[in-house]
């Protein structure tokens, strides 16, 4: 199959990349299991294992896809416009849709039936490019992963459990102590430490001697690369039940529950998780070869004439 990845984007990318990365290890894996990858990126991209077209955002989309090309897959929207091509686009995030667009995949069940849809298919890293992670080390304290400016991801609240756990640090990666974009917020508390913007080598230090990642969000989290991220460093997830989260955490590699309150209370019990478990389930599950061998489905469903709903 000639499959066309298309991506608003410079791949493959050095430091944080959620779609990025997921969409990189799709096209990897797609070469892998004997596909012809084409990636549609912008200037600056380079592609090992398969062809690259230089997206130019001036035209239309339509007049910049290879005559050869069987299928292509979106991340965006808002190429669809003139495409003749057979076509599946992924939906990331949470957005207001007038209408949803036509092969649409969602990243989870809860994702894709808020939308009234069921064809989802969950995202999946190249845990190679992760390399080996030490799951032998003392773990001491929590981290916080994600974008921290994000009010919906609630690092707050992240903050707030820590201070009520005892003896507990947390570790937020993804944000500042001084963060002005959420209004003002300054974190004087010597037990919360930020690292900004962390790349692979910074974030395995860290979450692989963390006791876990405390993620109380206040929204419907469509996947959450930073739970399986997570988990493939040996970390349990400590958080709210809401969007995809009771779908990928399970009572072997994390709690879920409704509050803040209930967060704390259990994180001073001292619950124990097993960092191997917690490794060898994102290892098997949210890999980018089960990912592939998903996206591979939905390809041949639509060039079969169907429609994904």
């Known amino acids: 199959m000639k499959i066309a990845l298309v991506l608003d984007a410079i791949l493959p990318v050095k430091n944080y990349g959620g779609t990025e990365r997921v969409v990189w290890a799709l096209g990897h894996e797609l070469f892998r299991l004997g596909h012809q990858v084409t990636f549609m990126l912008h200037k600056g991209s380079s592609c090992p294992f398969g062809r690259l077209v230089e997206l130019d955002l001036s035209k239309s989309i339509g007049s910049q896809i290879p005559e050869d090309i069987d299928i292509v897959h979106f991340q965006d929207t808002a190429f669809l416009a003139d495409l003749q091509k057979p076509y599946v686009v992924t939906i990331n995030g949470n957005k207001d849709f007038d209408d949803i667009p036509r092969n649409a995949i969602f990243v989870s069940r809860n ?29 001491k304290g929590f981290h916080f992963l994600g974008k921290a400016a994000w009010r919906v991801k609630n690092v707050r609240g992240a903050i707030r459990i820590t201070q009520h756990v005892k ?143």
């Open 167 to 309: 003896g507990a640090t947390l570790e937020v990666l993804g944000g500042y102590r001084l963060n002005l974009k959420m209004g003002f917020r300054l974190t004087l508390d010597p037990r919360i430490h930020f690292h900004g913007m962390v790349d692979n080598v910074r974030k395995k230090k860290i979450i692989e001697q963390s006791s876990g990642l405390i993620f109380p969000v206040l929204w419907h989290e469509p996947f959450g690369l930073c739970l399986t991220e997570s988990l493939y460093y040996g970390a349990p997830v400590f958080g709210t039940r809401m969007g995809s989260l009771p779908e990928i955490i399970t009572s072997d590699v994390g709690w879920l529950c409704d509050n803040e309150e209930q967060i704390a209370d259990y994180l001073n019990t001292h619950p124990f998780f097993s960092p191997q478990q917690c490794h060898d389930y994102a290892v098997e599950l949210f890999n980018a070869r089960k990912m592939a061998e998903e996206y591979v489905k939905k390809y041949e469903q639509v060039l079969n004439g169907d429609t994904l709903l």
């Open 111 to 139: 994702h894709a039936e808020r939308y009234g849809h069921r064809s989802f298919v969950y995202n999946g890293l190249d845990w190679d490019e992760y390399g080996p992670v030490n799951l032998t080390k003392p773990r």
